[in-house]
């Protein structure tokens, strides 16, 4: 069965400090992987995606994800994180021919200033 | 940056009372979706629409779940009797491509059942 897991609920981080968000996956076909912000108030939005070649993915706002075919996994980073980096984090999968994306739970990032 | 829009951005409605969830998406996509999720839980996808039909619907779009695109414009959800079970967020999104290209989603509207 397809599926994703986000294993942090909520990862508490001071400014500056480093980050990383485990996901891992269970999916047996192509693997095409996202990553989705969604901060206070506001809509999903897109941070970064893998759907092929070099397994390491940069996105928007200094964050990357690492794609470890041996490991299922595709965590997300970022070296130095910033208050406005407070949000919801959803690795997500595609899961179907027909765009339908499988989330994990999500993972709840506080920074504090 | 072009937005998908989701109108009320928070719905309540009686039990067994029908109701509708509109959506705006970006005017030149052509694949459209409804996901939702109830609070705590994981974002679940519902159902994908591509020229004026569905392509593709999980189990929890039962036969009280339908969708429309009735303007070219507009993406509408109706729950025809609401459940408790029901209330949850509801996020519309939409995309150019049907694969390789990122979902845009809505802000969402929460929808509260009583």
């Known amino acids: 069965a397809q599926s994703v897991s986000q294993h942090n609920h909520h990862v508490i981080l001071s400014e500056a400090a480093s980050l990383e968000l485990g996901c891992n996956y269970s999916?047996?076909?192509?693997?095409?992987l996202f990553w989705y912000v969604q901060y206070p108030g506001q809509h999903l939005q897109l941070l970064l995606k893998?759907?092929?070649?070099?397994?390491l993915v940069k996105g928007i706002k200094g964050f990357e994800a690492e794609f470890i075919k041996s490991k299922f996994s595709f965590n997300l980073r970022k070296p130095s994180v910033q208050w406005s980096d407070t949000a919801e984090y959803f690795c997500?999968?595609?899961?179907?021919?027909?765009?339908?994306?499988?989330f994990g739970k999500g993972t709840k990032l506080s920074v504090k200033p | 940056e072009p937005e998908v829009t989701q109108t009320p951005s928070h719905q309540v409605t009686q039990m067994g009372q029908e109701v509708i969830l509109r959506c705006v998406p970006i005017?030149?996509?052509?694949?459209f979706y409804w996901y939702r999720q109830i609070l705590g839980q994981k974002v679940e996808f519902l159902v994908s629409?591509?020229?004026?039909?569905?392509?593709?619907k999980s189990e929890i779009f039962d036969d009280q779940f339908s969708v429309e695109r009735p303007d070219g414009s507009n993406f509408t959800l109706k729950i025809r009797s609401t459940k408790l079970e029901d209330s949850a967020m509801y996020f519309c999104?939409?995309?150019?491509?049907?694969?390789?290209?990122?979902?845009?989603f809505g802000n969402g509207t929460r929808l509260t059942v009583t």
């Open positions: 997500a999968l595609l899961g179907g021919s027909q765009g339908n994306l499988i």
């Open positions: 999916y047996g076909g192509t693997v095409n």
């Open positions: 629409f591509y020229n004026n039909e569905i392509s593709e």
């Open positions: 999104a939409s995309s150019d491509r049907q694969i390789f290209s990122p979902l845009h």
């Open positions: 005017s030149n996509h052509l694949y």
């Open positions: 893998y759907f092929s070649g070099d397994p």
